[in-house]
């Protein structure tokens, strides 16, 4: 007769994945590979993955008609159609054809009044880049697709293609050596006879193991035998980096597993207090997780869930990504068509307590819109739109413990906003930012609102020449802190080479410009310098063409979309312009007192005055971080 297990403890389910999870924490190390980017779906990406090339690679067609050059087509009108020469005042474009200098409009086919084959009439003026996606668009080159410790979905897969990756690093799958065993059970398609049991839990395992991101290798079951299961555990050891043994946990005569567990290394708990689920092992042997499971169908996934997932988590960094209906504050108005029902990307955050969703882009052809998100909100169709403030219906897919644990930054762009954000998941996991780009004085306003965690922002306040501070007095009442973030060096990007000849502000009358959205700061910059000028806007061709960050508008110049732009020296650098300094900003973080005490809020300062980031900000070039991470309290 065997003898029974009488080591069968009761430690708390929290206790024991920490005794585990601890023991294990320097003895699992994450190994990496290098695969076909199709091959990638489901992996978890080792570093930050950047575009090589944009994405639409030039000036593209967003309709089918005619290219124009817009200034030609002034004075049209139903009264007095105009004329207009093929080849001479336009060409025929399909839907993605090349937009080319100096045609820089599309006229949708149907607005076009044919006369014969050479000529056409128009009956409106087209206004510069109407229907035209600007190189860029979507990607553009340098900048970050994916973060790193992503799981990568299909809709990566495409983007990652779209910006020139083949090949992405990633984590090495964990190869988990699955037994089942016991006397009792047999393999499914056999004929069963009394006693006997069809054996499930593995192949339930190898899914879940799959699932969680690793590579299940089943073993057909074994009797109970001590020797046997021994020699097959001590074996898969030498080539697997993880165990799973199911069966044979408990009290039984028959149970041999924790001694053989014992044997072979050191049982950490054997018995936890869930029910059911009671008789789980835990183990360390040749520094490799061992666990053994219970029997029942039921035990077997509830131990699986609780133990072996955040294993094997720590090997691959999965967190997993769930799907949830929740209500949000929206953070922007949103208009919509009463036409169709729309799905609006948004990126989702919860700031004192409540889930506030803020729109991304919702153009057909914005596929980075689609990483970026954490999940849909859904205007019904009869609704003309949502405004601000108002909750919304949002289906999530990304889950809400990672959101509840995620910084929400609303406010002006910069590239390290992407830099700080993945060493955040790198160095704090299970910590994210979430970076939504509106501008300054937007950002401001959503923080009013209680819709974000911080603004960055860049304000220069015309009266007094400070950057900033001055907002902040003017807009809040409550106690405000300015965290210093950078100097950066603003100017004028321009043409390799600079053929326009432009020296400052007052060259741009007759130059092809874009500009940033009103209430950027390099708009306010922008205006400023120009009201110093004297010049009137009007003279700008481009003044009201709006350009979202920095690196887009440098990709338009680049493209030769246009001659020049307002914008940062790193966005210059990453695109290989020209840059006219202007003049230096301070590039800073609005956050509310009661924000700075949040975990999430302190593994961003702790980036911020890093020298991994520093490093990384001197090799973009353009920065100075003398005071970063440095706070002002600001009082009325």
Known sequence: MGKRNLYLNNTPVEEARIIYENALKNRIKMDYEEIPTEASLGRITKEAVFALCSSPLFNAAAMDGIAVIAERTKGASDREPLELKKQEDFIIVDTG???????????????????????????????????????????????????????????????LFSGGITNVKVVKQPKVAIFPTGTEIIEPGEAPKEGDIIESNSRMFEAMVASYGGIAERFSPIEDDYDKIKNAVSGALDYCDMVIVNAGSSAGTEDYTVHVLRELGEVLVHGVAIKPGKPVILAVIKNKPVIGLPGYPVSAYIGFETFVKPILAMFTGEHGYESNKVKAVLSKRLVSSLKHKEYVRVKVGEVDGRLVASPLSRGAGA?????????????????????????????????????RHTLVSIGSHDLILDLIGDL??????????????????????????????????????????????????????????????????????????????????????????VNRQRGAGTRVLFDYRLKLSGMDASLISGYEREAATHMAAAALVASNSADAALGIYAAANAMGLEFLPIGEEEYDFAVPVEYLDLPEMQSFLQVLKSKELHHRMDEIGGYQYDMAGEIIFIHQ
């Not at 003026?125 to 080159?141: F, K, L, N, S, T």
């Not at 509106?438 to 922002?457: K, N």
Request: proline fraction near 5%; hydrophobic fraction near 45%; glycine fraction near 8%.
């Open 367 to 403: 596929a980075m819109s689609l990483v970026r998100a954490d999940g849909f909100c859904v205007i019904d169709q009869n609704c003309e739109g949502i405004e601000a403030g108002e909750a919304v219906n949002v289906e999530l897919y990304r889950s809400l413990s990672e959101i």
């Open 97 to 159: 054809d090349p937009v080319r200098y100096p045609y820089d409009a599309v006229i949708m086919a149907e607005d076009v009044i044919e006369m014969d084959d050479s000529s056409i009439k128009i009956l409106e003026a087209a206004v510069p880049w109407q229907h035209i996606r600007p190189v860029g668009e979507d990607i553009v080159a340098g900048e970050m697709l994916l973060a790193s410790m992503h799981k990568i979905r299909p809709i990566d897969i495409g983007v």
């Open 424 to 513: 955040m998941s790198i160095h704090n996991p299970g910590i994210y930012m979430s970076s939504t780009h509106v501008g300054s004085m937007a950002g401001l306003m959503a923080l009013r609102r209680g819709e974000a965690h911080m603004v960055p922002v860049h304000l220069l306040d015309e009266e007094s020449g400070v950057y900033n501070i001055p907002y902040l007095l003017r807009l809040f009442k409550e106690p405000m802190a300015l965290v210093k973030g950078v100097k950066r060096i603003q100017g004028l990007m321009l043409q390799k080479g600079n053929p326009c000849m432009i020296k400052g502000i007052e060259d741009l009358a007759g130059c092809r410009y």
